[in-house]
Nanobody, 123 residues
């Protein structure tokens, strides 16, 4: 599976962005999908996860109520809607596929990774 993340950019605090993760080479309809982010000098942290069915989601406390993860299996794509962006959301955002069913909070659960898209939020 190849994952291509897009939609990042330089924005001001308070605005919204929607990231997309397009998969190719194989369908991702049976995979749980996650978004991670990595700020300079920091660990790559989990942001949000959506189950293969779309019925279950998980969010990091730092983004709850502001970010929404969704998927369109017919398009082989996963999205991350980011609202009310803050400077502390600045990071490279990566999408990833978990083919084995978790645990979602472990980076090692994810078998495929996209290349990342930069999100920079200015104050």
């Amino acid at each position: 599976v190849q994952l291509q993340a897009s939609g990042g950019g330089l924005v001001q605090a308070g605005v919204s962005l929607r990231l997309s993760c397009a998969a190719s080479g194989r369908t991702i309809r049976n995979y749980d999908m996650g978004w991670f982010r990595q700020a300079p000098g920091k660990e790559r942290d989990l942001v949000a996860v959506i189950s293969w069915s779309g019925d279950t989601t998980y969010y990091a406390d730092s983004v709850k109520g502001r970010f929404t993860i969704s998927r369109a299996n017919a398009k082989n794509t996963v999205y991350l809607q980011m609202n009310s962006l803050k400077p502390e959301d600045t990071a490279v955002y990566y999408c990833a596929a978990d083919t084995g069913g978790g645990p979602w909070t472990l980076r090692s659960s994810y078998d495929y990774w996209g290349q990342g898209t930069q999100v920079t939020v200015s104050s």
